[in-house]
């Protein structure tokens, strides 16, 4: 079958591939095999796997990874007639998606399962429930060894002040840059405007995932402007702002943690997991919140994987809920590199305080939105070299490159503007 637009030969053979064997694994011996195609590779799918060997249904459990792009990898087995029997979707646009297409089934939850105010409705269609969170990614975090940044910034301001003046020192050779930062990653950028947006225009947050969205209005601008402020301080990354947009997430890690050629970098939760194998002795790095205009920081950033069946899947609905039974994750909670969005998970159930202390954050009452570019549509979405990811490495390269803020922001609002017109909704 020809290959449609956005999937490409490759993905359909791989796709194709896992669709046999997920078909041989179903005839051989008579035992019922479930299915479910996660985006998770190394560590996160082995522990996972942990976690599914569990499952007390008689049925064997079958984990694969379709890679980063899931989408393209689930609509070429919907093309092959061979769609998995569960996925676990880093997007709810792509839960409520694939639901208006007649691909999913409605899914229920065990009574162990609640979630924060807000993060249920985003997996929803039609009044149905489609989707349930199995994991959750806090993405407001600084992270940094003690021994490198004594005093933390307690708001945006004092991140500035401190960002000047390591960088000051960093041009004269007597130190690390004060950030690192995986601007290579169009992701890591969308997380940074974000946590600025949310704090400097809460009321507007959510508003930019509707059909209606403003991406020239105010709230935009003085996000981008708060973030112009402080991208552009000379000495400010590892290299300058062109290394920075070949750095990857990954290696921006390494360079606070093992090189210690950076003093902080912004990073979700998983960053420990990252850094857990390139730690250089006993000291281990710590966090603070993502500063904001006022001391604690703004509001908490979450993004998070979720659970669905599809459509005429065997077992896929009864795997979903027992997914959301409260010590179904024990054994990743054990192994650490796992936080839940159920709120029913004893917070003693995580292994050190550090996840401890994520949980409860994450319950704390009226602070919490959703990754904004995961909600949006379409290509506008961002995934490599496109959407609001391309636009935000655009801005970056602007205002770090010595273009005025004034210019940088308008540039960048118009592209925004356009991408969600031809998305299907924004201005």
């Not at 053979?13 to 694994?25: H, V």
């Not at 019922?32 to 996972?48: G, K, N, P, Y």
């Not at 390139?278 to 001391?295: I, L």
């Not at 009452?365 to 935000?392: C, E, K, N, Y």
Request: hydrophobic share 45%; net charge neutral.
């Amino acid at each position: 079958m020809r290959p449609t637009a956005g999937v490409s030969r490759r993905t359909l053979l791989r796709a194709a591939a896992a669709g046999a064997t997920a078909l041989t694994a179903g005839c051989s011996g008579g035992t019922r095999s479930v299915q479910v195609a996660v985006v998770w590779s190394t560590s996160e799918l082995d522990r996972f796997r942990k976690v599914v060997a569990g499952y007390p249904a008689l049925a064997q459990v079958q984990v694969i990874s379709a890679g980063n792009d899931i989408d393209a990898f689930l609509r070429a087995r919907h093309l092959a007639g061979t769609s998995p029997d569960v996925a676990i979707l880093p997007r709810p646009g792509l839960v409520t998606e694939y639901a208006q297409r007649g691909w999913l089934s409605p899914v229920r939850a065990s009574t162990e399962y609640a979630v924060p105010a807000g993060l249920g409705e985003l997996l929803t269609a039609e009044g149905q429930r489609y989707g349930v969170w199995v994991k959750a990614a806090h993405k407001s975090l600084v992270w940094h060894l003690p021994s490198m940044l004594p005093v933390q910034p307690a708001n945006w301001d004092a991140l500035v002040r401190q960002t000047q003046e390591l960088g000051a020192l960093a041009r004269r050779g007597g130190g690390p840059a004060p950030l690192a930062i995986g601007a290579a990653d169009g992701w890591v950028l969308t997380d940074w405007f974000e946590n600025v947006l949310a704090d400097v225009a809460p009321e507007s947050y959510s508003a930019l995932a509707r059909p209606d969205a403003d991406w020239q209005g105010r709230a935009v601008r003085e996000a981008l402007d708060r973030l112009a402020g402080l991208w552009s301080i000379n000495g400010a990354f590892v290299g300058g702002g062109r290394r920075a947009l070949l750095t990857q997430y990954e290696e921006s890690v390494i360079q606070v943690v093992h090189t210690k050629r950076a003093v902080m970098l912004v990073g979700a939760d998983f960053t420990a997991d990252v850094a857990d194998p390139f730690q250089r002795g006993p000291e281990a790095p710590v966090t603070f919140r993502f500063p904001g205009a006022q001391p604690g920081g703004g509001p908490l950033i979450v993004g998070g994987d979720a659970a669905v069946a599809f459509a005429d899947a065997r077992g896929g609905v009864e795997l979903v809920e027992w997914l959301t039974k409260a010590d179904s994750f024990r054994p990743w909670l054990r192994d650490g590199g796992y936080l839940s969005p159920n709120t029913n998970v004893a917070i003693g159930s995580y292994r050190d305080r550090v996840g401890q202390g994520l949980a409860e954050e994450m319950r704390a009452p009226g602070t919490l939105r959703f990754d904004l570019s995961d909600q949006l549509p379409g290509a506008f979405t961002g995934s490599d070299g496109v959407g609001i990811w391309r636009i935000m490495q655009g801005f970056f390269a602007d205002v770090t490159d010595g273009v005025r803020a004034s210019e940088a922001i308008r540039r960048a609002t118009g592209l925004l503007a356009a991408a969600a017109r031809s998305a299907g909704g924004g201005r």
